[in-house]
């Protein structure tokens, strides 16, 4: 079944409210292997000017792919999961996140187009605090393998 056409454009509602929080930051950091003092030092990120630890800037994914797993799973979609790769991914971002944010994640559909029997989907989420201050806009593309892929 190909993916609905009808989607783009489409704004899935934003997910619950996610608190960045101190550990989570580490946790990430150490993930990714980035030494970086001010992911782990409140003394190192006020330092630098920041409220509290600062997330590194890839961390808003945290939150995007769950926000893009609505539309992944979305049955009206039309999207076989079992075929999704990721083609790409970037952010924007507004400022940075800290120990403390709230956040939410809205995902919208951007375009949807067949390239070489494969779909390609873009689509950007916008990482919002719960007061509605947008924080990263984070820009992705999957790709939908057709069925000789």
Known sequence: MPVDQS?????????????VNREKIREFAD???DPNPAYR????ARALGH????????????????????FLFDPAAGVDFSR????????????????GDKITAALTIDGI????????IANHTE???????????AY??????????
């Open 140 to 149: 992705a593309t999957i790709v939908v393998r057709g069925p000789g892929a």
């Open 127 to 137: 990482v919002r605090t719960v007061d509605g201050e947008l924080v990263s806009t």
């Open 31 to 33: 993930a990714i292997n």
């Open 84 to 99: 999704v790769v990721h083609g790409d991914q970037r952010f924007v971002h507004e400022r940075p996140l800290v120990a």
């Open 41 to 44: 030092s409140v003394d190192a």
């Open 51 to 70: 409220a509290d630890i600062v997330a590194p800037p890839t961390f808003p994914i945290v939150l995007t792919m769950n926000a893009g797993n609505a």
């Open 7 to 19: 989607f783009v454009g489409r704004t899935y509602p934003p997910s619950e409210p996610y608190r």
């Open 113 to 120: 187009r067949v390239a070489g029997g494969n779909e390609i």
